[in-house]
């Protein structure tokens, strides 16, 4: 790292590190859907990102309505956003659980296939609906902007609100699954679905909702990943692979090592892109948890559910 | 005689099957078709290798790999290398600033032949390293997965995710793969015209042949004890296990050759269709084979040519006219086979062609004798 001093090094890592918090929270939250959808439920959900999309789509389209006839509402219309983009998504979820995931519980290699049909159809129906070019939101004033603690440092303040977007929604889940009666039936399914069934858990309606919370929470990470970049019809699938590797990497069924994982994908790629090309951090980033997953199959936090 | 019978076509089913596909390939299409049409053919049949190569490794075998792509990628491209590297003579490149490298590597001011480049000047290194190299690489994978238990979903995830690296890779060494155009504008071997319409019909019927000859050795396979294996390991894996037998072994051999069986085919794909790019490396390109081998019948070796040929006729045809309307369809194809009919083309023949035997009385006597000798094994909601 020669021709660097020890301070401005000082201020590229904090600055990358807060461009990769940016990446984090995207991750974390798209992750958090998929560990939970894929974790929990050991579906192969290749449709994630287009629920993802489908939140980005909402915010985008509330903004529009917003600003053609309730300009005054403007400054509040996001909070509004990342609430709907929940919502759309999650109903999307639970019908594509009512349609097609249910009949294939038994086959978790074949949900792949058909969630990926799934992708290319909304991917082809977003491309009908929005067209081909990519949109974003107008975005209300105190989101833009940024915050200086000195002159080298520049961070932007769009990215502290999905950081603390997103460790409300990570809050948010926890509660819910470890603390809630909600959460019980779903480890309970997870762990035996017949014995569930038999204490009187209605474990079809676990899984419908589970789903449906997951993609939800995709939604949320579409609608904040609004404020970072551009929506276009294939967004979704940038992420999805990064995503899969973020739940693998972390371990299954371990939320915490979601969290670690998206944490430590999110960094070093943010970092190294700044000393190497953007691809080669993306090959190094991805080759090396490929490695690690090669010594270390079960991810940094093994699951203690039986395969 | 009766070994190459049992065998290599299984048995009467098989050999009728194998028969009608000859037939279509060799003669039907060849007279039916003109130049331009017979060498989109070829191109869909260069793809039929690796959805041949998941029927045996996902089909019979249970582990569904999302990395075919990367073994078409690296025969295509070890091809394309040693092509290129003929098309790029000192006299060929006399306007470039280094004369006698390929003239990409000149765009991006490179000044020698990189090192793993240089073996490519020999074509007998570039068929080798055609077919070991992919081998090599998936036995890398396969030990560092199966030796520890890693299968199922674990095992596409991380074969898609190398694919990806692989493409991300190629596109951002421009210098030193092409970049996103890929390797283009080959034109001779050892001197040979490649573009001629001769050429291209030559191409055409080493493909067939190839694939034939692929399809007997598959067969071969799994008619043998290895193929009973395979089958047990995918229905019952531990009771394999418990039997005394290297469960892992198995599973990296059957990779490694549908490797070698999909590298066959994406060094086909550079000659015939004269160019190797990313775009039939990564995550896309090796989905749409597996759904290949699924429209074809996951368990039949001939269906899956059949799959390759349909989808790929459907999509000449709808993306001509109807862009839009292709991909909801190819969607909903996923989604269909997936769902409603899970052993594809073959399974659909299977359950029905009873019926048409019946019809066609005079062949019924023919048929019915053997009918459950070659059938593969109904798919049970497995992996």
């Given at each position: 790292?020669?021709?660097?001093?020890?301070?401005?090094?000082?201020?590229?890592?904090?600055?990358?590190?807060?461009?990769?918090?940016?990446?984090?929270?995207?991750?974390?939250?798209?992750?958090?859907?998929?560990?939970?959808?894929?974790?929990?439920?050991?579906?192969?959900?290749?449709?994630?990102?287009?629920?993802?999309?489908?939140?980005?789509?909402?915010?985008?389209?509330?903004?529009?309505?917003?600003?053609?006839?309730?300009?005054?509402?403007?400054?509040?219309y996001f909070l509004v956003a990342i609430v709907a983009a929940f919502f759309v998504a999650a109903a999307l979820g639970y019908l594509a659980e009512w349609a097609l995931i249910r009949h294939l519980y038994k086959r978790p290699l074949d949900t792949l296939l058909a969630t990926w049909g799934l992708s290319l159809i909304m991917q082809q129906a977003y491309r009908s609906i929005f067209g081909a070019r990519e949109v974003s939101p107008a975005l209300p004033d105190w989101l833009m902007g940024s915050y200086q603690p000195t002159d080298m440092i520049d961070i932007p303040l769009n990215g502290m609100f999905v950081l603390a977007l997103t460790l409300l929604i990570t809050g948010g889940v926890f509660y819910l699954m470890f603390k809630s009666s909600?959460?019980?039936?779903?480890?309970?399914?997870?762990?035996?679905?017949?014995?569930?069934?038999?204490?009187?858990?209605?474990?079809?309606?676990?899984?419908?909702?589970?789903?449906?919370?997951?993609?939800?929470?995709?939604?949320?990470?579409?609608?904040?990943?609004?404020?970072i970049a551009s929506t276009g019809p294939t967004t979704g699938t940038l992420y999805i692979v990064d995503t899969f590797m973020v739940v693998v990497f972390g371990g299954a069924a371990s939320l915490l090592g979601t969290i670690a994982s998206a944490f430590s994908i999110a960094q070093a790629q943010s970092i190294l892109e700044f000393f190497i090309s953007g691809s080669m951090a993306k090959v190094f980033t991805l080759l090396t948890l490929v490695v690690i997953l090669m010594f270390k199959p079960e991810g940094l936090f093994a699951s203690k559910v039986r395969r | 005689m009766s070994f190459m019978y049992e065998k290599l076509l299984g048995g009467k089913n098989g050999t009728v099957g194998f028969v009608l596909l000859a037939t279509l390939i060799l003669v039907v299409f060849p007279l039916a078709l003109d130049g331009f049409r017979l060498n989109l053919v070829a191109k869909y049949l260069t793809y039929a290798f690796p959805a041949i190569s998941l029927v045996l490794l996902w089909g019979y075998g249970g582990t569904l790999s999302l990395g075919q792509g990367i073994f078409f990628g690296l025969g295509g491209y070890g091809m394309a290398m040693f092509l290129k590297l003929e098309a790029s003579s000192p006299e060929n490149t006399a306007i470039q600033s280094t004369p006698g490298i390929p003239d990409f590597m000149d765009?991006?001011?490179?000044?020698?032949?990189?090192?793993?480049?240089?073996?490519?000047?020999?074509?007998?290194?570039?068929?080798?390293?055609?077919?070991?190299?992919?081998?090599?690489?998936?036995?890398?994978?396969?030990?560092?997965?199966?030796?520890?238990?890693?299968?199922?979903?674990?095992?596409?995830?991380?074969t898609q995710v190398v694919s990806l690296i692989l493409t991300v890779l190629i596109v951002g060494q421009q210098g030193y793969t092409g970049g996103i155009n890929g390797i283009t504008d080959l034109r001779t071997l050892h001197g040979w015209d490649i573009t001629s319409d001769f050429a291209k019909?030559?191409?055409?019927?080493?493909?067939?042949?190839?694939?034939?000859?692929?399809?007997?050795?598959?067969?071969?396979?799994?008619?043998?004890?290895?193929?009973?294996?395979?089958?047990?390991?995918?229905?019952?894996?531990?009771?394999?296990?418990?039997?005394?037998?290297?469960?892992?072994?198995?599973?990296?051999?059957?990779?490694?050759?549908?490797?070698?069986?999909?590298?066959?085919?994406?060094?086909?794909?550079?000659?015939?269709?004269?160019?190797?790019?990313?775009?039939?490396?990564?995550i896309v390109p090796s989905i749409e084979m597996v759904i290949f081998a699924a429209v074809g019948g996951r368990l039949s070796l001939i269906g899956a040519v059949y799959g390759c040929l349909l989808i790929n006729f459907g999509k000449t045809a709808f993306s001509e006219s109807f862009p839009e309307l292709w991909l909801f369809l190819m969607g909903g194809l996923f989604i269909a086979v997936v769902m409603f009919f899970p052993n594809g083309l073959a399974g659909l023949w299977e359950d029905h062609s009873h019926h048409i035997k019946k019809r066609l009385g005079f062949i019924t006597s023919l048929f019915s004798k053997n009918d459950t000798a070659a059938v593969a094994p109904k798919l049970e909601g497995s992996n």
């Open positions: 790292m020669g021709g660097y001093t020890s301070s401005e090094l000082m201020a590229i890592f904090a600055m990358q590190g807060f461009a990769g918090i940016s990446l984090f929270s995207v991750l974390l939250l798209m992750a958090l859907g998929l560990a939970i959808i894929f974790g929990q439920m050991g579906v192969i959900n290749m449709a994630h990102g287009e629920f993802m999309a489908a939140g980005a789509y909402t915010t985008y389209l509330l903004s529009t309505v917003t600003e053609t006839y309730f300009p005054g509402f403007m400054p509040y909600w959460g019980l039936k779903v480890r309970a399914t997870t762990q035996n679905r017949v014995m569930s069934g038999a204490v009187g858990i209605n474990t079809k309606k676990v899984d419908r909702l589970t789903f449906a919370l997951g993609c939800g929470i995709a939604g949320v990470a579409g609608a904040a990943f609004t404020t | 765009w991006n001011q490179l000044t020698a032949l990189p090192w793993f480049w240089e073996p490519f000047n020999s074509f007998t290194f570039t068929l080798l390293a055609i077919l070991i190299i992919p081998s090599v690489f998936a036995y890398l994978i396969g030990v560092a997965m199966f030796k520890r238990r890693v299968g199922g979903v674990y095992f596409a995830i991380i019909n030559l191409f055409y019927f080493i493909t067939c042949f190839l694939l034939l000859a692929v399809i007997l050795m598959s067969r071969f396979i799994l008619t043998s004890k290895f193929g009973r294996l395979l089958l047990a390991m995918r229905d019952k894996e531990d009771r394999v296990r418990f039997s005394g037998y290297d469960v892992a072994n198995f599973k990296i051999f059957i990779f490694c050759f549908s490797a070698m069986i999909s590298a066959i085919g994406g060094a086909m794909f550079t000659l015939s269709v004269g160019f190797m790019s990313p775009s039939f490396v990564g």
